[in-house]
Nanobody, 117 residues
Framework: QVQLVESGGGLVQAGGSLRLSCAAS????????MGWYRQAPGKQRELVAT???????NYADSAKGRFTISRDNAKNTVYLQMNSLKPEDTAVYYC???????????WGKGTLVTVSS
């Protein structure tokens, strides 16, 4: 079964950095597309970054140049390195898996990122 557990959220100052991790159940990161989404209070959930099984990455305009998505297949883990954080990055960040073959979505419970001015 697919299980995704995010970690690494916390409180940082504007301009700081944070690295989020998404630990997945065994042997699924390597063959499925993964992504990070975020949702701020009162806002819709939005895509931040995705990475395919072939390591093709895609970023929201707001994240490009500041955030980096990566995977470690040996650890079955996906990361989101966030640099130059802004207060508007404050949100709950969710790990996403889009299953190969049918595109079914699986979600983690989320980790809160708060960026202070």
């Amino acid at each position: 079964q697919v299980q995704l557990v995010e970690s690494g959220g916390g409180l940082v100052q504007a301009g700081g950095s944070l690295r989020l991790s998404c630990a997945a159940s065994r042997n699924i990161v390597t063959i499925n597309a993964m992504g990070w989404y975020r949702q701020a209070p009162g806002k819709q959930r939005e895509l931040v970054a995705t990475i395919t099984s072939g390591s093709i990455t895609n970023y929201a305009d707001s994240a490009k140049g500041r955030f980096t998505i990566s995977r470690d297949n040996a650890k079955n883990t996906v990361y989101l390195q966030m640099n130059s954080l802004k207060p508007e990055d404050t949100a709950v960040y969710y790990c996403n898996l889009k299953r190969y073959g049918d595109g079914m979505d699986y979600w983690g419970k989320g980790t809160l990122v708060t960026v202070s001015s």
